[in-house]
């Protein structure tokens, strides 16, 4: 089956901490997303990779790191720099067309407590 | 700014009873329009989505939404609403062709029996 996979589901951290949250996609996307998710604020973009190698900062970067080695996989680190980094990620991907809109297809998610 | 706005935080209502979440964009030549369901701790999915043609655009659980234009409005419909429904619904919108999807606050429908 093709899909979007994240893990883990949940992850505790302490604060001071760096913590990596995985996304894998099998589905042939060019194009893949990080949002972060908090109660009353609708999902928010922080990073996103159009092709291997190469990504841009979304709207709230800040504290974020990410990675594209690979076309399948989109690592997102969360820094000690991140003032406030409780919440749920989600992680999506989309294919790259010819104008019009390319549908994004989104990760079950993972919700990072620091305690 | 780009923006989208969802009016209602929270709509509960009752088992078979309609449902209406409202849902406004700021103005633009060009807009794709679309609604996403999340259930409690999954990822998102896309619900319905208006691209161009015809104005009133339908899913395949029974929801239905509209786009506007003059009001820039795309409001999501249902007639009977059931328990299964109960999730929250995010509207979202790319404002230009191959342009970033900018999501509204997100609301949380329930639904009682």
């Known amino acids: 089956d093709g899909g979007i996979t994240q893990s883990p589901k949940y992850l505790f951290r302490k604060e001071g901490q760096n913590v990596t949250l995985s996304c894998e996609q099998n589905?042939?996307?060019?194009?893949m997303y990080w949002y972060r998710q908090d109660p009353g604020q609708g999902l928010r973009l922080i990073y996103y990779s159009q092709i291997v190698n190469d990504f841009q900062k979304g709207d709230i970067a800040e504290g974020y790191s990410v990675s594209r080695e690979k076309k399948e996989s989109f690592p997102l680190t969360v820094t000690s720099a991140q003032k406030n980094p409780t919440a749920f990620y989600l992680c999506a991907s989309s294919p790259i067309g010819t104008g019009g809109f390319n549908e994004q297809f989104f990760g079950p998610g993972t919700r990072l407590t620091v305690l | 700014a780009q923006s989208v706005t969802q009016l209602d935080s929270q709509v509960p209502v009752f088992e078979e009873a309609p449902v209406e979440l409202r849902c406004n964009y700021s103005s633009s030549v060009s807009v794709y329009l679309f609604w996403y369901v999340q259930y409690p701790n999954q990822g998102l999915q896309l619900l319905l989505k208006?691209?161009?043609?015809?104005?009133l655009v339908e899913s395949i659980n029974g929801f239905e939404a509209e786009f506007n234009k003059s009001q820039t409005s795309f409001h999501l419909r249902k007639p009977s609403v059931h328990i299964s429904d109960t999730a929250e619904y995010f509207c979202?919108?790319?404002?230009?062709?191959?342009?970033?999807?900018?999501f509204g606050q997100g609301t949380e429908l329930s639904v009682k029996p």
């Open positions: 208006y691209l161009s043609g015809s104005t």
């Open positions: 589905l042939n996307h060019d194009a």
């Open positions: 979202a919108a790319t404002f230009n062709q191959g342009g970033k999807l900018i």
